[in-house]
Structure formats: C-alpha cells, structure tokens
C-alpha cells in the first residue's frame, strides 16, 4: 500500500524535474525563464558535471532514492565465483551474493556442518570441491510462468546443479550425477518444474571412466539430465532422475518447450565434427577441428516419451543413474536432429511456444524453426537421412519459418511483451532488436563490449515483462577506472520500453564471470524475515534437534562422541561465555539465535579455529572441530549487532594434557 501511496508523488517530481530540465537544454539563459532556482542549480550541475540531457534522463530512470525498493530482482550467475549474485532493477544495486558452488564466510555458507554437508553430498567422495563454474541460472516455473519459489544453477566445470530456496535466497542442496564429467546446456525447468535439466558439454565416457582419445568415436558420450525435482520437499530426488545418452558431439545450451512445445526440449551442438585437438600430434586445435561444418545438429527431445521410457524400466543403469540409451532412443523415437547453422550457441523457445530461435556464433542470421513444422516432418517421418550414430535428420530448409540478418555472431535471444526478440551479437558488441512475427531487424544499441548473454525481464517466460533488458558484457575496457589488468565485467541496462533502445546504467561487477542473469518481478519473491519459529534448522526449515531455544537450556555435555556445547545468542551476550575443553576433544557446538527481530544477526567466530558462523534470527547452526592445539582462544560475535557488540564475547579455554 505503501508502494501505491508513493507512486503519484514521485512521478509529479520526476516530471517536474524532466520539464525543469527540458526548459533549461532549450534556453540560452535557462535561469531566467525556468524561473526557479532549482533550474538553475541542475543546469550548473550538468555543466560541471559534463552531464547531457540523455545522461540526466538516463539518471532519473534509474536512480532510486533512500528506502524506495525496485521493480525487478536479477539473479545473474557468478561464473567462477561459484556464487550468485543478486542485483535490484532499475537501481543496479547489489543486494546479496548468495554462496552456492563456493563457500561464502559472511553467511558462514560452507562453515558450519549443514552447508558443509551440502557441499560434500555435490562433490566426488572424499573430495569436498570448493569452487565452482556457475554459468545459467533458472528460476522455477508454474505454467511456464516464473513462479519465485526457487532458483536453480548449474557448475560448468564439475558437472553440479543446486536448488536455491527463495524464501531465504539459501542453497539447500547440491546433487552431481557421477555421469557426465562437465555441463553447459543447464539449468533449464520444464514449464512445472517437472524436471531441471542439465546438459554435457565435452564428452566423455558415461559414469568417468577411461577411455583414449583413439577411442573418441565409440567410447565417449554426451547426456542430457532429466533432475526430478520435488517442490513441496524443495529436492532433487536423484532416485526419480533419468538420462538420455547422446552422441559425443559437444552439447551446448538447451531449452524446454512450453504451449504447443511442452514436453519437448531442444538443444544445440557444436563440434559435430568430432574433433579433439592435439596440437603436439600435428593436428588442427580444437577450435579449427571443431569449426569444419557448415551446419551442426539442433537435438529435438521428446522428453515426455522419455519419461514414460524410463518409466518403463527401458534404461542402462550407469553410475548409479538410469539412463536412455541413444539405441533406445533411437528405436523410441525420442531423438531428432536438425541441421543448424555455423558454430550454433542460442536455442531460445519464443513466448508463443512454437518458434525455435537458433544463433550461430559464426554466423549472422537468426534462424527461426516452426515446431508445428517440425512436428509434421517426424509424423511422417521425413528425414534426409540419419547421423553417423542412426539418429534420423530432418531438412533443414522445411524445418524453419525463416532467418533474420542480425548481424556477426549472434548468440543468445530474448523477449518481450510486444512480440520483439532481442539477441546479443558477440563480434559487433551490440543488441539486435527485431520482430518476431515479421522476421525483421528494427533496432540496434551498441554495448560495451563483447556482450555474451542478455537478460530481459522475464524474458524467456511464456508471459516476458518487457521494460528492462541487461546486457552482460564480457569486457569492460575503458569504461570505467583503472584496476589493474583483470577488469570487472559490465553489466549494462537497457530500456527497452520504447522503439529505440537506450543504455541508461553501466554496472561494474567485480566477481567471477557472470554468464547468464534472470530478471523477475519483484512481487514475485516472499522472503521470510526470520527463521521462526526460535530453534529452526534453515536447511530443514524445520525445528534443529540440537536448538537451545531458552537461556536455561544452556549447558556443555560431555558425550562420548565429545563435548557438546548448546549455546544461545541474543543482544549482546554469546551463553555460554566461556568454555573448557581438553585438547583432543571433539567440540559440537550447537548456536541458536534467540532473537526475532529484523536484522539483528549475530555471527559468531572462534579465533586460529577457522570457525565461523552467521546466525540470523531464529536461526541454529550445528558445527564441529577438533580442539587440536591447547591455549586460550576467544571467541566473539562478528556481526556488528548493538551498542555493546564488542563485549559479545568469550573464552575457548583448551587444556594441554
Ligand atoms: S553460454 S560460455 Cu551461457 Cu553463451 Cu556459457
Ligand atoms: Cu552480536 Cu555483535
């Protein structure tokens, strides 16, 4: 209501300022006849600032005074950051990094046992991974509509998926199939978050063993992953899960159908050619070997039928996951290819569920395939002949509805809620604005500089918002001050609101290699406020069996597992405050936060230990350690929590023997 109230008063100012502004670029004495002095003021300001009209308009689309929220929440991936970073639109404001793949020691993320199990139960046995190549974030869907209850992510460089639970924007759960050894294609929902999905790039043997290169051709393999996810449990239920096995092409991104194309996924490939490099050997590298064909193969999933396949019990056990053989799938029908021009990168299912958008990196169309089209053709089988693995291949030029001169080295697409579709084009660094009904290119906005993926407002949902589209520039150059040489990205906001496209904010973002964003309407998200009720587990969301939910439950127990200290915080005491072990004891400690007020979180941190935790309200954090080295070690709240937060402290007394 709030919201409401203000919207009114602030677009009267937002005028006023404009018109202000206006009158001012049009007058030679703007101070005279503005007639206000806060004409005057803005215009000295623009001048000493050397700001233009379009700058000062670009500010006030953009600029979000204190305690007014934004439209939009972006999730945008943190490459090799392993994290998630969570961005305001229109303000570009960062509002959270969430620890994902990477542990994160501000949200004790990785610290404390529950996130450490999360990150050991999605690493290879023994083996904890601590970093991570996030490249696609997916929101969950309801009727193909963002929903806001989850966000998914995939790791690139070790083949991992995690859940991400909105209510509190925590990781809960990584899952890592054993089959693929890395991905790319993925994280994409089915339109009911039926399943993730989660694709191999570089082939490789099923389930990680070995085979030599010489063997490429009969021993490797791509995947496709079909995560069962389960939403009332807020899980992945690896058990449920199911693979269909792929040529050793190198599958790239992949989107699922939605409308007429639900049930289906589609997924492109490069290096159809099967090339694997040496260069000591004397052959071409990877690159060249890959890049021989004019047309790769565009995949064309039937994945309901697989389901129902896989049901069936029609699958190959491998490394613990069921999987569809491409022999199975062959004979089912579940698999076709369709020729795809050069390098392909982009497949993008438009909002009306039938056209198929394809951009090849080498290339300068965007292909546009009919699935009403495509669905003809497999009905009556009309193939032009089959792959060097027997998956039948469709032709081309009956497959599509028409292509696009956009420009060289197209990649990703998205939409709006005017029927436009907007791709990235590598080589020219700009966006590409065009019709979609018409097939023609309206528009294009330079960017800076070597845009990979774009993300515009619930842009790849069956309902886009339009209004906002950011461009994720892989290279920022002279944008912004010098750093060194390992330059921030730059994440560049557009306003797609009118017919011409507008750049209005460069966002500079200092964090791995964000590949890919999504951009959801803000109302959209209901976060908690606090873990309630007192003593809840935030991975369980459920009451923590080790919570100390009053100050007289305080205790240390010695059990023969070791000495388990059940701990309270609230302003501005750790209970707890001094605790005797002997050296070699295992220590569990058991914190609960006894506060239920907004934002009064404490941390808490044993000094030369490497234990650190963060414990919001309501929250219980479990976390164990050896006392291995004897002395005195103090431990204390990191948060700065209230007026007294420095004597929220205490002693981890370790007797020597
Ligand atoms: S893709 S390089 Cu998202 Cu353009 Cu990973
Ligand atoms: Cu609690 Cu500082």
Redesign the pocket.
Known sequence: MARLRNIPRVALTLLAVVAAIVVVASCSDGQKKAGVGASADLKALMLARGLTEADVTAALKTFTPTGKKDEFYLFASGGHGGNMIVIGVPSMRILKYIGVFTPEPWQGYGYDQETRDILEAGSPPGNMLTWGDMHHPAFSETNADYDGQFIFANDKANARLAVIDLRDFATKQIVQSGLIMNDHGGTFVTPNTEYVIETAQMAAPLGGGYAPLSEYNDKYRGAQIYWKFDRAKGRIIKEQSWAIELPPYMQDLADAGKGASDGWAFCNSVNTERAVGDLQGGKPPLESGASQNDMDFLHVINWRKAEAVAAAGKTKTIAGMRVITLETAIAEGLLAFIPEPKSPHGVDIAPNGTDIVVSGKLDTHATVYDFNKIMALMEAKTYEGVDAYGVPILPFRDTIRGQVEIGLGPLHTQFDDKGFCYTSIFLESKVAKWSLADLTLIDKASVHYNIGHLSAAEGDALHPKGRYLIAMNKWAIDRFNGVGPLLPQNFQLIDISGDKMEVIYDMPLPLGEPHYAQMISADKIKTIDMYSPVGTNPVTMSPDPHATVTEEDVRIERKSDGVHVYMT?V??HLNPDIIEVKKGDRVHIHATSLEQALDAT??FCIDMYNVNLSIEPGKVCNVSFTADRAGVFPY???????AL?LE?AGYLLVKPN
């Not at 204390?636 to 209230?642: A, D, K, N, Q, R």
């Open positions: 915080l302003r501005s404490h941390g204390y709240c990191t948060e700065f929590c209230s937060h929220m």
